[in-house]
Each structure stands twice: as C-alpha cells, then as structure tokens.
C-alpha cells in the first residue's frame, strides 16, 4: 500500500533520533521474525483506507495492554512509565503510531513514489512525515500506541479478556431461559465461532496489507462494505457501553437498596441514582488523552471473571446448595436464551487485531482454540452452577441472586460494579475516534470537539440505560441483532467473496449453513427480545 501523508496538526513526542531508529529496527525486526517462524506472507496493499482509519489503533487500546501514560484531551502526556507484564499492542511494528488527528480528512492523499514497505491499512508516519510533524507541535489529539510482538500467551490472555466479559453473569439467566437443552446452543455457538475465527484469518492471508475487520469488507465489498461493517462493530460496542450503566445501576442499588435522591420535582431511585453516579464517574476517563492507563488495568478483567465464578461456587457450597432441577427446555423464551449465548462470543471484531500483531501467526489457532475453550468452561461452569442454585428464580445478573451478607457476595458484587469502571472509556473510545475523524481540518481548537463528542457519547448511553434498563434482555438483543452479524454471517460472506473460486464444495456448503444458522437465530432472536423489551415497558 502506497504510504498516505498524515495531517500536519499531527502530534508525536517522540525525538527524531528516536523515530529513525524504531523505524529501522522495526523493519529489521519484523524481517527476522518472519524469517524465523515462517508465517504467511504479506505483500504490499493496493487499498486506500478510508473511514475508520482508527480503528486498528482504538481496537489495539481496546483489546490490550499497553504501559501506562497518562494525559487528558488536548494536553501534553507524562513521562511513559515502565512497561506492563502482557502485550503492550497487537502490531508487529516497532515504529510509534498515532491515531489520525481528529483535523484528519476521511480520505488521504497518495504518496506516489513511497518505496515499498509493509503497511497496514490505517496511518504508519514516516521519519520525514514525523518530523515534519514535530516541527508544528499544535495541541491536537492523538492516541500514540507503542507496538511489541505479541506472544502465544499475550494473545491468548488479549483474546480471554476481550470474550469474557459481562456476558457471564447472565449465562445463569440464559439456561433459565432456554432449559437445559437450550444450554447445548452456547457449545455450537462457540465451535462455530471457532471455525469462522479461521475464516478471518483466511481472509487476511488472501489479501496484502489487510489487518482489521473493516479491511476484510473492503477487499469483500469495497469501501461500501468497509464502512458498513465498521458501522456494525462501532454500534455493537456502544451497546457493550449501555450495558455497564444498567448493570452498574443494578448491583449498586442491590448494595445500597435506601439510596434515594429527592430533588422536589425528580425523584430518584437507587438504580437511576447509581446509573447517574457511575456515569460522572467514568466520565473523567473517557477524556483521557491517552487510554493505555486503563487499558493495562482492564488487564485484570479475565481474573475478575474468574473471580465471581469462584464467589459462586463459594455460595453454592457454603450456603444456597445446588438443589434446584430446572426445566429441559423452555421453548418459548429459548430465543432469548439464544440472543445471551451468543452475545458470549462477541470477540471476532479483535481477532485479525490479534492475528496480525502474533510473532509467530502460525499459533493463531492454538490461540482459538484456547480462548474459546477457556471462555466455555467458565460460562458452562456459571450457568450450570447459578441454575442449579436459583432455578426458575434467576435473575438477569447471578450477583442480583446471591445473599446479601455473605463475604462472597460482596467480593461478587464489587469485583462486578469495579471492572466496567476500567472498560467503559476503552470500550466507547473507537465510536469516539471514529467520529472524532469526521471533524473538518480548519478547527484550530479540535480537541474540545473531541470532549464534546465524548461527552455526548456518555450521556446518551446513560439516557439509554434509563429508557430501556433490562440488562438480560438488551444483552439478547445485541447478541442477536449484531453478534451474529459479527460472528457468524459476515466472516462466512467476506470469506465465499474474497475467495470466490478458490473454496471447496464442503467449505461452501458449510459457509452456507453457518450464514442460515445466523440468519435464523438472529432474526428470531432480534424480534423475541423486541416483543420482551416492548412487554417490559408496557407492563
């Protein structure tokens, strides 16, 4: 891919030295890797990003964990502090990137006569591009992510953190839902999720220079396709966001259940109360300059999902026992049930990010295999264990289930209103650079156009969150309106369009029936949480 001139506004702290040779080792780097491991070659890309053009950047954030620095919008950043113990970027590069300043325009220009290098679909500055960067220092924003090779393990622990999230505490839910039978759905889920993982990676071979999920539309469907599948993950994530104010509202007012604020004419309860609170509280983060504080924090959302497993066994064991039956199937609510399982396996919009920052790709499907096996046992292992407890009465969260003056139950509860608190900013941070791209170039001031963005963002997650505050049944909506489009038909469509041709009779066939599975479980799914959500509010 032709190398793309970056906005001068552009805002790098680096030193020129420096930028020179990351740059160099950076190449030879990657060469010995490469040379070493024998992983699939990338040649040059023909394509020119358009928008997203930070969405690698925002998705690396996201899903990993870099060193910590610190800074707010439209500020310089402090001093890097030392580097984390996991990944600290899903990018092979040694060279420093920056997200496209939000004065970015939505297309580049072309550098004709760029030597050839390896470039991934979003920005890579150049030495002269960042030095001529440096030379107009103007407060604007950008996210810089330093890049490391990413180890077997660091991928595995990227991939555990960014499957297993919220989506646990309402596999309990989802078996009361669907019954027992229902709870075979969240194993097929997961094997197809698996194979359409592989697809992805297919695709990313099949093509030079693709290394995201909306590169992989772009080579299947243009630039139409590109932004219509950005759209997609983008809402999807800003629904992840909705979520952690309903739930933070929930488990806080199960803490505090006397909470009421009266404000004479608006009185508030103790989820409205705690959904206001949280949402003040998170605010502060999403203006963060600089994501990578919380990002290493977050780190710790695999243990905190561990952990309210193990709270579970704890008072499954000490206290409430596991006597309850259930039922085999429930036929009429199993839509739902559908929705929440496969709202578990929202995680294909990080795996290329992962595949192509891996030192050795070949291990990419260990790294499945394992994520996918981990993140299984532990929502089989919650569903099994919260039914049995509370049977026909589980609610939406187990944590809203378990006795209230029980150690384990606070530990739960905490660990549960602790981790979206390092999340939200990370989660809501790609729809906010996306949008943050769209601003025109001759805003001199464009940082407070970012906090504006932001802080709309927020607010209208909260304003959401209110409207519609049923976190089971907003979980199954977005699990089947775009999880499924996510993770099971769009990999299988990309990948019979980019390798038109080149697929077998049984691959065909197999992508076809995956792509109806979807098609069918999202359709049911999508209307059964509809017609629940519009009971709810009506009721």
Same mark, same amino acid.
């Given at each position: 891919?032709?190398?793309? %001139?970056?906005?001068?506004? !552009?805002?790098?702290?680096?030193?020129?030295?420096?930028?020179?040779?990351?740059?160099?080792?950076?190449?030879?780097?990657?060469?010995?890797?490469?040379?070493? /491991?024998?992983?699939?070659?990338?040649?040059?890309?023909?394509?020119?990003? !358009?928008?997203?053009?930070?969405?690698?950047?925002?998705?690396?954030?996201?899903?990993?964990?870099?060193?910590?620095?610190?800074?707010?919008?439209?500020?310089?950043?402090? =001093?890097?502090?030392?580097?984390?113990?996991?990944?600290?970027?899903?990018?092979?590069?040694?060279?420093? /990137?920056?997200?496209?300043?939000?004065?970015?325009?939505?297309?580049?220009?072309?550098?004709?006569?760029?030597?050839?290098?390896?470039?991934?679909?979003?920005?890579?500055?150049?030495? =002269?591009?960042?030095?001529?960067?440096?030379?107009?220092?103007?407060?604007?924003?950008?996210?810089?992510?330093?890049?490391?090779?990413?180890? +077997?393990?660091?991928?595995?622990?990227?991939?555990?953190?960014?499957?297993?999230?919220?989506?646990?505490?309402?596999?309990?839910?989802?078996?009361?839902?669907?019954?027992?039978?229902?709870?075979?759905?969240?194993?097929? *889920?997961?094997?197809?999720?698996?194979?359409?993982?592989?697809?992805?990676? #297919?695709?990313?071979?099949?093509?030079?220079?693709?290394?995201?999920?909306?590169?992989?539309?772009?080579?299947? +469907?243009?630039?139409?396709?590109?932004?219509?599948?950005?759209?997609?993950?983008?809402?999807?994530? @800003?629904?992840?966001?909705? /979520?952690?104010?309903? &739930?933070?509202?929930?488990?806080?007012? =199960?803490?505090?259940?006397?909470?009421?604020?009266?404000?004479?004419?608006?009185?508030?309860?103790?989820?409205?109360?705690?959904?206001?609170?949280?949402?003040?509280?998170?605010?502060?983060?999403?203006?963060?300059?600089?994501?990578?504080?919380? !990002?290493?924090?977050?780190?710790?959302?695999?243990?905190?999902?561990?952990?309210?497993?193990?709270? &579970?066994?704890? %008072?499954?064991?000490?206290?409430?026992?596991?006597?309850?039956?259930?039922?085999?199937?429930?036929?009429?609510?199993?839509?739902?049930?559908?929705?929440?399982?496969?709202?578990?396996?929202?995680?294909?919009?990080?795996?290329?990010?992962?595949?192509?920052?891996?030192?050795?790709?070949?291990?990419?499907?260990?790294?499945?295999?394992?994520?996918?096996?981990?993140?299984?046992?532990? @929502?089989?292992?919650?569903?099994?264990?919260? @039914?049995?407890? *509370?049977? /026909?009465?589980?609610?939406?969260? +187990?944590?809203?289930?378990?006795?209230?003056?029980?150690?384990?139950?606070?530990?739960?509860?905490?660990?549960?209103?602790?981790?979206?608190?390092?999340?939200?900013?990370?989660?809501?941070?790609?729809?906010?650079?996306?949008?943050?791209?769209?601003?025109?170039?001759?805003?001199?001031?464009?940082?407070? *156009?970012?906090?504006?963005?932001?802080?709309?963002?927020?607010?209208?997650?909260? %304003?959401?969150?209110? #409207?519609?505050? +049923?976190?089971?049944?907003?979980?199954?909506?977005?699990?089947?309106?775009?999880?499924?489009?996510?993770?099971?038909?769009?990999?299988?469509?990309?990948?019979?369009?980019?390798?038109?041709?080149?697929?077998?009779?049984?691959?065909?066939?197999?992508?076809?029936?995956?792509?109806?599975?979807?098609?069918?479980?999202?359709?049911?799914?999508?209307?059964?949480?509809?017609?629940?959500?519009?009971? =709810?509010? !009506?009721?």
């Amino acid at each position: 891919m032709n190398n793309s %001139v970056v906005s001068d506004n !552009s805002f790098i702290i680096e030193s020129e030295e420096e930028d020179d040779k990351d740059y160099n080792d950076g190449n030879d780097s990657d060469s010995s890797n490469y040379s070493n /491991e024998n992983p699939p070659q990338r040649k040059e890309s023909s394509y020119n990003p !358009s928008w997203p053009q930070s969405y690698r950047q925002s998705i690396d954030l996201y899903s990993s964990v870099p060193s910590p620095n610190i800074g707010f919008l439209g500020t310089s950043s402090f =001093s890097r502090l030392s580097s984390s113990f996991l990944s600290t970027s899903l990018t092979r590069r040694h060279t420093p /990137e920056a997200l496209p300043s939000v004065t970015k325009p939505l297309i580049q220009q072309q550098i004709e006569d760029e030597p050839p290098q390896r470039r991934s679909s979003h920005t890579l500055l150049t030495p =002269s591009a960042r030095r001529s960067s440096m030379l107009k220092k103007d407060s604007k924003v950008s996210h810089e992510v330093p890049s490391r090779h990413c180890s +077997f393990g660091q991928a595995v622990l990227n991939g555990i953190n960014v499957l297993c999230g919220v989506g646990i505490l309402s596999t309990p839910y989802a078996a009361k839902e669907g019954g027992w039978v229902g709870l075979s759905i969240l194993f097929i *889920f997961g094997i197809l999720s698996f194979y359409t993982g592989l697809l992805l990676r #297919s695709c990313l071979d099949s093509e030079p220079g693709l290394e995201t999920y909306p590169d992989i539309g772009q080579a299947a +469907f243009g630039t139409a396709g590109r932004i219509a599948i950005s759209i997609v993950l983008y809402v999807e994530l @800003y629904g992840c966001c909705i /979520e952690y104010i309903i &739930l933070e509202g929930d488990n806080l007012a =199960s803490l505090f259940p006397n909470a009421y604020l009266n404000l004479g004419i608006i009185e508030l309860n103790p989820k409205t109360l705690f959904a206001v609170i949280a949402t003040l509280a998170v605010l502060p983060t999403v203006w963060l300059r600089d994501l990578s504080v919380l !990002s290493y924090i977050s780190a710790g959302g695999v243990i905190a999902s561990v952990l309210v497993v193990l709270c &579970l066994l704890w %008072v499954g064991v000490e206290e409430v026992g596991f006597q309850r039956s259930g039922t085999t199937l429930n036929l009429a609510t199993l839509p739902v049930a559908i929705g929440l399982y496969g709202y578990c396996y929202s995680g294909h919009a990080v795996f290329p990010n992962i595949y192509t920052s891996m030192a050795n790709p070949n291990q990419f499907p260990a790294v499945l295999v394992a994520c996918f096996g981990v993140c299984s046992l532990l @929502y089989a292992g919650g569903a099994v264990m919260g @039914y049995r407890m *509370f049977g /026909e009465d589980t609610l939406s969260q +187990f944590t809203l289930n378990l006795p209230q003056d029980l150690v384990a139950t606070k530990i739960a509860v905490w660990t549960t209103v602790v981790n979206p608190f390092t999340k939200y900013a990370l989660t809501i941070s790609p729809v906010a650079m996306s949008l943050e791209e769209l601003i025109p170039s001759d805003h001199s001031k464009s940082y407070l *156009f970012s906090v504006f963005i932001r802080t709309g963002l927020v607010f209208s997650t909260l %304003v959401i969150g209110l #409207s519609v505050p +049923f976190f089971g049944l907003v979980m199954s909506l977005i699990g089947s309106l775009l999880t499924m489009l996510v993770t099971l038909i769009l990999p299988c469509v990309c990948y019979l369009r980019i390798l038109r041709g080149k697929v077998t009779r049984l691959q065909t066939g197999l992508c076809i029936a995956i792509i109806i599975v979807g098609v069918v479980c999202s359709s049911v799914g999508t209307y059964s949480a509809l017609a629940a959500i519009v009971k =709810s509010l !009506s009721g």
